[in-house]
């Protein structure tokens, strides 16, 4: 077996699902032996790696359409996804509940994220050891309560169902809705840029938590009442 | 009305009608070699998988694992057989055709 063929099984091996994955190599080879005894092995090769190509396409495809037909997967991935968001907001918020003002990178890292630096904040190494030393001495879940949060939660859910209730357009009822869920965030983050100088890093926390927190609590509870309203349908 | 599923695609068709004909000895290869002997069709061993994955699911095919060969460098065979609803969606499809064709000629 040369190179070109080698290559050609290993695509087709990558690409086929698990349950044909034994026969299309098995017939990948009897095509190439096949043509290796009537022309040259060059050719055949050749031919082996464009028909592994054009295959793994068409395999790709068919999985795909498999996982679209799998609803459960779909549900699977998004737990998951949910999972991961959760995990790296409750870390994220217990860095933020311990924070140590004579701490030069804690200090640096505020400043960025009311700049809006976010992003920059999160791919240093720092923070990670600082979320990971929060791990084992920080309040764990309880960072993630605050009562303001919770009434700009409440307020927000009942926008919500206000809209959903009276309006007729699908679109403009998402649209409503997600602009109402994110409204706090949206609301901090101008308030943060607006008064950036006046503030103290002291007293950023407190609008930094409810901005946070609410979105937070609004998601979820949105997410659950939407489930349980789905299962209703369901099983009417 | 019949169902979307009911119908036979031209790929599900060709492939179902190549099984037929191959009777015992239908498996990937075979089924490749002979729409490429008979119609000068090659279809991809993706395309050709995702379809009798498709036909199975329609309850009109039954495969099984088969016996490994060197040429195939050890990998299983897997064998596909027309079912008995199988041959009836073809006779049907067969029909279709045969009416939509009768007196109709083609010019040009």
């Not at chain 1, 400043?111 to 920059?120: E, H, K, M, S, T």
């Not at chain 1, 920080?138 to 303001?148: E, H, P, R």
Request: glycine residues 6%.
């Amino acid at each position: 077996m040369n190179m070109l063929n080698l290559i050609a099984v290993v695509l087709l091996k990558l690409a086929a699902p698990s349950d044909y994955r034994d026969e299309a190599i098995g017939d990948l080879n009897q095509a190439y032996n096949k043509k290796r005894l009537s022309g040259s092995e060059f050719s055949a090769s050749l031919y082996s790696f464009k028909v592994a190509i054009v295959s793994s396409i068409h395999f790709s495809l068919f999985r795909f359409k498999r996982v679209k037909l799998k609803e459960q997967t779909i549900v699977n991935l998004l737990t998951g996804f949910w999972l991961i968001i959760f995990a790296f907001f409750t870390l994220f918020m217990q860095w933020l509940s311990n924070l140590n003002f004579t701490n030069k990178f804690d200090v640096a890292a505020l400043n960025r994220i009311v700049a809006g630096q976010f992003n920059l904040v999160v791919t240093e190494g720092e923070f990670w050891q600082a979320v990971g030393n929060n791990i084992t001495q920080g309040k764990g879940i309880l960072c993630l309560t605050d009562a303001n949060a919770a009434i700009i939660s409440l307020l927000t859910l009942l926008g919500a169902v206000l809209v959903l209730k009276f309006t007729q357009s699908k679109l403009t009822a998402l649209t409503s809705v997600s602009i109402l869920l994110l409204l706090p965030f949206i609301a901090g983050t101008v308030f943060l840029n607006l008064n950036a100088n006046d503030m103290t890093l002291d007293n950023v926390g407190s609008i930094l938590t409810p901005m946070l927190l609410s979105t937070f609590y609004s998601s979820i509870a949105f997410i659950g009442l939407s489930l349980i309203k789905n299962k209703r349908t369901h099983y009417a | 009305m019949a169902n979307k599923e009911s119908y036979l695609g031209e790929l599900e068709h060709i492939v179902l009608l190549a099984i037929l004909k191959l009777k015992d000895g239908a498996y990937g290869a075979t089924v490749r070699e002979l729409l490429i002997s008979s119609i000068n069709r090659e279809i991809s061993i993706g395309a050709l998988y995702a379809t009798t994955d498709r036909l199975e699911r329609k309850g009109l095919i039954t495969s099984r694992k088969g016996e490994a060969t060197a040429e195939r460098g050890g990998k299983a065979k897997r064998y596909f057989t027309v079912t008995s609803l199988g041959l009836e969606n073809l006779t049907q499809t067969r029909q279709t055709f045969e009416v939509l064709w009768s007196g109709t000629e083609v010019t040009g």
